[in-house]
């Protein structure tokens, strides 16, 4: 009973991401998921990125949380629209509580949305929300094991950000092993090695992520 359950609440999830997926593609508007542990940088690299990008790309960010807008307010500092989420308890946002905020934008102002998805290496990569593409941030602080431990979010992503690579010299971990282990789960990541603390590896990033805006669709 509860893996059918289960089944019917991502099956009707999935036609609601369906129909945002089609409102987005009317629009034209590019739209990736942000996923990650709490702490890995999510928020700290939408801060870089939307300071590098917002004089060439319109952009647009939805925050989800369980509770609180802190990364709210800091996005809203940079002078582009922002809508919070808080969840009160779940641990990931799903297509409806997206399309919840449909009425609080405008999309014809957008190129580019970015959902970051509450803090959490499991949940987030089951529930689609009608975007293009997901992409995980992987500090190196968190260890070599997560492609093993966590291997839903590394299948589902179509990139992996490296994230805090400055620290690297003070742990015990290595990037290569990192890597290798994530293109095991998911042989067609793209990978970027980055230091949202330094700014070391974040223009190929923003360069990569022009490329999707530009083209309308990642390939």
Same mark, same amino acid.
């Given at each position: 009973m509860k893996i059918s359950v289960v089944k019917n609440i991502l099956e009707a999830n999935d036609r609601i991401a369906q129909e945002n997926r089609a409102i987005f593609d009317q629009k034209g508007l590019t739209v990736f998921n942000l996923m990650s542990s709490p702490? =890995?940088?999510? @928020?700290?690299? !939408?801060?870089?990125?939307i300071d590098a990008l917002k004089d060439q790309v319109k952009l647009g960010v939805i925050e989800g949380d369980i509770q609180s807008s802190q990364d709210a307010e800091r996005i809203a500092q940079? #002078?582009?629209? /922002?809508?919070q989420i808080n969840t009160g308890g779940a641990c990931h946002l799903d297509g409806n509580m997206i399309r919840d905020t449909f009425?609080?934008?405008?999309? +014809?102002? !957008? +190129?580019l949305l970015v959902v970051?998805? /509450? #803090?959490?290496l499991v949940c987030p990569a089951e529930f689609k929300v009608g975007? +293009?593409?997901k992409a995980m941030i992987l500090s190196v602080t968190e260890g070599e094991d997560?492609? @093993?431990?966590?291997?839903?979010?590394?299948?589902?992503?179509? /990139?992996?950000?490296? %994230?805090?690579? +400055? !620290?690297?010299p003070y742990l015990d971990v290595s990037l290569e092993t990192i890597k290798k282990e =994530?293109?095991?789960? %998911?042989?067609?990541?793209?990978?970027?090695? /980055?230091?949202?603390? @330094?700014?070391? #590896?974040?223009d190929a990033w923003y360069d990569w992520l022009k490329e999707q805006v530009k083209t309308g669709r990642p390939a």
């Open positions: 702490g =890995a940088g999510k @928020t700290s690299l !939408l801060e870089k990125t940079k #002078g582009i629209p /922002v809508v009425k609080e934008f405008n999309f +014809d102002d !957008l +190129d970051e998805n /509450v #803090g959490n975007e +293009d593409f997560k492609p @093993t431990k966590y291997p839903l979010m590394f299948h589902e992503s179509k /990139v992996l950000i490296i %994230n805090k690579i +400055d !620290l690297l =994530a293109l095991k789960v %998911n042989p067609h990541l793209t990978i970027f090695e /980055v230091s949202c603390k @330094t700014g070391q #590896g974040l």
